[in-house]
């Protein structure tokens, strides 16, 4: 990323079962996210706040927002 970049990611807050839904976001223009799914798979680890945070220890700012379906969304900057 450059410097100033922006990243949003997700994190699931507790386990979703065997086969979780997958989704990847695209940025096709100003106004436009497309959501695209991927295979269902078991997911490998759940992060709370600390571990995302050392994550992105590095980074100049790091926000959490509690979304829906056990998903937290974390916002980036480098």
Known sequence: MKPKGILF???H?????TESPYYRFNIAGVDTI???QGPRFQLQRVFNNRHVENLFHDYTSVKFFLGREHLRE?????
């Open 74 to 78: 974390v916002l980036v900057i480098r």
């Open 9 to 11: 990611g997700f994190f």
């Open 34 to 36: 497309e959501l695209r």
């Open 13 to 17: 807050t507790k386990d979703a079962g």
